[in-house]
């Protein structure tokens, strides 16, 4: 069964703290991997797609990694805004169909 | 370009009874996906729509129905509601022939119910 399992379950940094998110999935052939950020009481907000072990992609002080069995979305140098939940999806050949993780729950300290 | 719209923002029902959700995709995608979402929880998938057909269904009963309307406008309409029914049900629009992009969701319509 394809399944996809984020750690930790949340995570309190102080400001400029580094740090690394992780996505772990098993699943039959995978078709791509998407990170969003979801702020309270609002929907998802796309944030990266990668589609093939290697693959890195950054935006400000985000960065999301690839391998054969998981995913790392590393924040460098975080600030308060952005404490946000941070979940990762997968979408696959054996199912056709978009399988979220349970996502996890930043909070940067000022 | 308007994103994915939903309607209503917040919603009270009791149990048992019928609710009614809206969703607008984004201008140019085809396709609608609901999903729900309890409380510290991801996104589960309910179904996708296309071409006014539902195409995919996850592990959900047939309480839960849809309706995907010509102009790819959506509804999701959930009957005999439980306690357990009370989540923020988000939809997202995609491109049918484009699955592997990423799906642009809305803001979800908050569901309590008493």
């Known amino acids: 069964e394809d399944q996809v399992t984020q750690s930790p379950e949340a995570l309190r940094l102080q400001e400029g703290e580094s740090s690394s998110l992780n996505c772990s999935y098993t699943?039959?052939?995978?078709?791509?991997l998407f990170w969003y950020r979801q702020d309270p009481g609002k929907g998802p907000e796309f944030l990266f797609t990668?589609?093939?072990a290697g693959e890195e992609k950054e935006k400000e002080r985000l960065k999301a990694t690839l391998t054969k069995k998981e995913s790392f979305l590393h924040i460098t140098a975080p600030k308060p805004e952005d404490s946000a939940t941070y979940l990762c999806a997968v979408y696959t050949s054996g199912t056709y169909k978009y399988i979220f993780g349970t996502g996890t729950r930043l909070k940067v300290l000022a | 370009d308007a994103g994915v719209t939903q309607s209503p923002t917040h919603l009270i029902k009791t149990r048992g009874q019928q609710v009614t959700l809206r969703c607008s995709p984004k201008s140019g995608h085809d396709t609608v996906s609901w999903y729900q979402q309890a409380l510290g929880q991801g996104p589960q998938f309910i179904f996708q729509?296309?071409?006014?057909?539902?195409?995919q269904r996850g592990n959900f009963p047939d309480r839960f129905s849809g309706h995907q309307f010509p102009n790819y406008s959506s509804e999701l309409n959930v009957n005999a509601l439980l306690l357990g029914d009370s989540a923020l049900y988000l939809c997202?629009?995609?491109?049918?022939?484009?699955?592997?992009?990423?799906?642009?969701f809305g803001d979800g319509t908050r569901l309590s119910i008493l």
């Open positions: 699943v039959s052939g995978l078709r791509g």
């Open positions: 997202a629009s995609s491109l049918f022939d484009r699955s592997e992009e990423p799906q642009h």
């Open positions: 990668l589609y093939s």
């Open positions: 729509y296309y071409e006014e057909e539902e195409r």
